[in-house]
């Protein structure tokens, strides 16, 4: 039995990939302190995008504006950061 190409499209729980390329979450406190994105953060995530990868578990984000992840982490707590 193969397990197939790497380069070869995979579904994953109904998740349709189009290789199976996977860049993992990576940490790297690239925001402001606030939780807006800088664009270090932006091209770093879009470099991936654009560089082929199937998929991005991105980094940890917020979503409560009392319960913080680390500074300089992204936040999506509230319209402001869209």
């Known amino acids: 039995m193969t397990g197939g190409d790497i380069f070869d499209p995979v579904s994953l729980n109904g998740i349709q990939f189009k290789n199976r390329l996977l860049r993992s979450s990576v940490g ?3 925001c402001n ?8 953060w932006k091209n770093f995530e879009r470099r991936f995008a654009l560089g082929g990868v199937g998929g991005i ?3 940890t984000f917020h979503v409560n504006a009392d319960r913080l992840s680390p500074l300089q982490y992204p936040s999506i ?3 402001k950061y869209i």
Request: proline fraction near 0%; avoid cysteine.
């Open 57 to 59: 578990i991105s980094t």
């Open 28 to 30: 790297g406190r690239t």
């Open 33 to 40: 302190y606030d939780g807006t994105v800088t664009d270090v």
């Open 77 to 79: 707590a509230s319209g």
